[in-house]
């Protein structure tokens, strides 16, 4: 494009429009002399310098690595991959060759000691009974260099241990890159591993997202080899960081890439605006008076950059208006200074970008946004140095072209196209602009930088934006009394930077506003997207809000961050609520609301990453889909009372830490969540439970609520309508009053440690079939059976511990009322108190006497399990009951040591070894007609 003498072009308007005198423009000149390092010169430079950054690099061949297993097993087969190093982009070969150990291993066909290409498969061939070492040498030629590396395997021999198929660690080829505003580079990673394992890559851009993409242009890609694409449009020099994760479907390792990304050299064109005087400049030197209501006042030969100042009479601040609509060009604006009662408006070409750089400025407006980018061109906001916005602007007004301020007209309707507007005695709408948010941008807005903004608006949104929301950078101090913090009507993204959020909102007979500190779908014609989401990778959010939500979106993923959310009023769940008040846009409005305080609202949550702590009155998160939490931090308090809901099946609701009308999925991470309000839940799902992975920590510390006689709500730890499944990770729950885990379907376990504590009802319960095969599951009830399956309950495996209240409870129970069964297929399994009578017995059981508040240890084997029994024996049921593959024995006196199970809720649990006491138990055969009693066998235990 043809570049532009900013200056000169706006000397030449004013000069036209007479506000300046030619002979000032003559004398000015004559006085100036050009010094050494003027403009001219440091134009020739930059040209020079781009003739060097454009001179083509040499492509060659500088260094190479091998990635492969370090020892494999006697027979396996593992692939080799070389990592080249090289600059530009040389064709290299690679040349393969056994250097020594040839008779343990061989290349394609056996005997073959030499292949070609930068990936081979080395087999393994050695049939002795120890270890063997083979040496593999590569050779990469660009086909002036060679680089050559060498890498050793271990060979197990026949009679080894066989290892296991792993990832070990990965590295990769580069850990620091520098690129140019817009360069490339390839980085590969190597993995090492034992075994011959199948390993993927996964890239990702943890931070720094826009100014670098991966593969064909996204922040994620995968293969053993990534393109990295700088796409840096700011005048500054920014980091960008890069995970690669290295998966043999089980275990996993990540190394990390630092991207230097230099700043752009494009020719894009800045505008300064100093609101304090009132003055543009497009050089930063030399400032001229913002033209008064003049159209089109400066006209480049790109196109025309209109600015118009709108102000009152004698007043020193004003709103800036910039036309850049017609400006066929990126377009930079850098605001600084002061304005008491203005604000900046873009209007914008779409089919460019539009960087605005706060620098220092201080913007109170009145009936405008503080910063209006309108026309649905993307735009970016860079933080350099304090900034502050207020917005002027007062929730309940409305504000527009076809609002009113004629007095005559209040009480009625007015005109707005085929609706109409209602004009309150109570607001008098004035001429200003509704757009949503004290910062607003009308298509996508990314905001980033190292510097600072506070924004206070009492009108609708701290941030919005009628695309996606972007943040990676800054530190944003925001508070509202109208509606959200950021509000991205597709999407917001938080990459980085430290936002914190105070939001007051109030839902009452005169007024309704909701403060959030993060949502979507806020659209102007109030249609919602499915799609729409909220994603964070990084960065740190501080949300306190009353009357609020934290985070509101269809789609909400955390997958990095430190977040912290606190939701303080109401209380608890308000239903039903008749509210007549003035909306945002001034209009009289009456509803029936109902609201609920909650930490995450969504359509469907998943969490991989991060660490994030939420407080609420309701719900911790609350999803009407499926949560799945993989990795990350998650820990939850929830206070509310449950209340009477004419909305709900059972008349009445209760508060939860988790909350989905879908599944729940946990593959890993870490989740506590304390619910403490009357009939309220740890966790609770219409759909299934599953879990893999991950510790799971739930409690529900409070009674149950009552509303009446034939509405009631519950309080559960781990409440599932649909099944609970566990086969590997941590699963604690108590429940001070009901079930501390309750299916209403059918409950399967086959691994993981599970431990169901309640000091009102069953420790776990089933209201269907109950089936363990595996791991290790403990089940307390002081006030009920320890497991309670009101199908069949099953037990072929794994260990279990379970201890009921006194008769008629029993330890385990399945409901013979039914003709359901309680089996022992297999396991180990203690109990303290009776089995569910006509129990199938297919491994022999034993019973034995115990004392209060004592140490025991069963040994089974070579392995003595130990537990100490409760303070006192009034209240539990009478009788040890004890089961294993061999007749184990007991001792009391025995001496804890090894891994402790069930480790939570201050429970004494139960020891995966330890030292048998000096004093025998005697046990005595066990057979299903000596149980004291059937237990209750009906669903909730009582």
Not at 448 to 453: A, D, K, N, R
Not at 560 to 570: D, K
Not at 620 to 647: F, M
Not at 768 to 782: E, H, L, R, S
Request: glycine share 12%.
């Amino acid at each position: 494009m043809l570049k532009l003498n900013f200056s000169k072009l706006v000397t030449a308007l004013f000069l036209s429009a007479g506000l300046i005198c030619a002979s000032c423009l003559v004398e000015e000149d004559a006085s100036r002399t050009m010094p050494a390092n003027s403009s001219a010169n440091t134009d020739s430079d930059s040209d020079n310098d781009t003739e060097s950054e454009n001179e083509e690099i040499t492509s060659e061949l500088t260094g190479v690595s091998i990635t492969a297993s370090s020892i494999i097993n006697c027979n396996a087969a593992v692939t080799l991959t070389a990592v080249a190093k090289v600059t530009g982009t040389p064709s290299v070969s690679y040349i393969w060759t056994i250097e020594s150990g040839s008779a343990y291993a061989y290349f394609g066909s056996v005997g073959t000691t030499s292949a070609s290409g930068q990936t081979v498969t080395l087999t393994a061939s050695n049939s002795t009974t120890e270890s063997q070492s083979v040496t593999i040498t590569v050779t990469a030629s660009d086909g002036t260099n060679s680089k050559t590396a060498s890498h050793t395997i271990t060979i197990n021999g026949t009679e080894a241990e066989q290892v296991a198929d792993e990832v070990t660690g990965v590295s990769v080829s580069e850990t620091e890159v520098s690129l140019s505003a817009s360069g490339s580079t390839t980085i590969s990673a190597a993995a090492t591993s034992t075994g011959s394992p199948s390993i993927t890559y996964t890239w990702t851009i943890t931070s720094g997202a826009s100014y670098a993409s991966l593969g064909t242009g996204g922040s994620e890609a995968t293969g053993q080899s990534v393109t990295i694409t700088a796409t840096n449009s700011t005048t500054e020099s920014q980091t960008v960081t890069i995970t690669v994760t290295a998966s043999d479907g089980t275990n996993s390792q990540t190394a990390t890439v630092t991207v230097t990304v230099g700043a752009s050299t494009g020719s894009t064109d800045t505008l300064y605006i100093n609101l304090t005087d009132g003055k543009v400049s497009g050089d930063n030197s030399n400032w001229f008076d913002i033209p008064l209501g003049g159209a089109n006042a400066l006209t480049f030969t790109s196109g025309t950059l209109s600015i118009n100042y709108t102000k009152s009479s004698g007043a020193s601040t004003g709103l800036v208006k910039i036309d850049a609509e017609n400006f066929a060009d990126d377009l930079t604006v850098n605001i600084t200074g002061t304005a008491a009662t203005g604000g900046v408006k873009i209007q914008t070409n779409s089919s460019y970008t539009t960087n605005i750089v706060l620098n220092g400025a201080s913007i109170t407006s009145s009936n405008y946004p503080c910063l209006d980018i309108t026309k649905g061109g993307d735009a970016v906001i860079t933080l350099t140095g304090t900034n502050s916005l207020t917005d002027g602007r007062i929730y309940g007004t409305g504000y527009g072209d076809f609002y009113t301020t004629d007095s005559s007209l209040v009480g009625t309707y007015t005109s707005n196209g085929d609706a109409y507007e209602y004009c309150d005695s109570l607001s008098v709408q004035s001429e200003g602009s509704n757009n949503k948010g004290t910062i607003y941008c009308k298509g996508n807005l990314s905001i980033e930088g190292t510097g600072s903004v506070t924004i206070t608006e009492q009108y609708k949104n701290c941030i919005a934006t009628k695309g996606i929301l972007t943040i990676s950078g800054g530190t944003l101090t925001l508070t509202s009394n109208g509606r959200a913090g950021l509000a991205g009507e597709y999407g917001v993204i938080i990459n980085d930077g430290s936002i914190t959020f105070t939001g007051s909102g109030v839902v009452s007979s005169s007024a309704c506003r909701k403060a959030t500190g993060i949502k979507t779908n806020d659209s102007d014609d109030g249609s919602e997207y499915s799609s729409a989401y909220v994603t964070i990778n990084g960065g740190s959010l501080n949300f306190t809000t009353s009357w609020g939500k934290g985070i509101s979106a269809p789609v909400v993923t955390i997958a990095g961050g430190e977040n912290t959310i606190t939701v303080t009023s109401p209380s608890q769940k308000l239903t039903d609520t008749s509210s007549s008040y003035l909306d945002a846009n001034g209009i009289l409005t009456t509803e029936t609301v109902s609201f609920a305080p909650q930490g995450i609202d969504a359509g469907t949550v998943t969490v991989s990453g991060g660490e994030t702590t939420i407080s609420a009155p309701w719900t911790g998160v609350n999803s009407d889909g499926n949560i799945t939490i993989s990795a990350g931090e998650l820990h939850i308090t929830t206070t509310g009372n449950a209340v009477y809901d004419t909305s709900a099946s059972d008349g009445c609701t209760g508060a939860a830490c988790l909350k989905a009308d879908g599944n729940i999925c946990v593959t890993g991470g870490t989740v506590t969540g304390t619910a403490s309000g009357k009939g309220s839940k740890g966790a609770s799902a219409d759909g299934t439970y599953n879990q893999s992975g991950g510790y799971i920590e739930l409690a529900a510390t409070a009674s149950d609520y009552t509303y009446s006689s034939s509405i009631s709500s519950s309080s559960k730890g781990l409440k599932i309508d649909g099944g609970i499944t566990v086969t590997d990770g941590v699963l604690y729950v108590k429940s001070a009053y009901s079930e501390a885990i309750e299916s209403k379907s059918t409950i399967t376990i086959s691994g993981g440690e599970v431990l169901g504590y309640s000091t009102g009802d069953d420790g776990i319960n089933a209201s269907g079939n109950f089936n363990i095969t595996g791991g290790y599951v403990c089940g307390y009830a002081d006030s009920n059976d320890g497991l309670d399956a009101n199908g069949n309950l099953t037990i072929s495996g794994g260990l279990v511990y379970a201890i009921c209240s006194s008769q008629p409870e029993v330890a385990l129970d399945a409901n013979t009322e039914e003709q359901k069964v309680l089996t022992i297929n297999g396991g180990t399994i203690i109990t303290l108190g009776p089995l569910e009578s006509g129990a199938s017995l297919n491994q022999d059981c034993y019973k034995a006497t115990w004392s209060a508040n004592t140490r025991y240890g069963i040994t089974v084997g070579s392995t003595t399990y130990v537990i100490t029994t409760p303070s006192t024996t009034n209240g539990y049921g009478s009788g040890m009951v004890v089961s294993a593959s061999s007749k184990p024995t007991v001792t009391s006196g025995a001496a804890t040591g090894g891994e402790k199970c069930f480790d939570a809720f201050d429970f004494s649990g139960l020891y995966l070894g330890g030292t048998a006491g000096s004093t025998s138990v005697s046990l005595s055969s066990y057979s299903s007609s000596s149980s004291s009693g059937p237990g209750s066998n009906m669903p909730g235990g009582h």
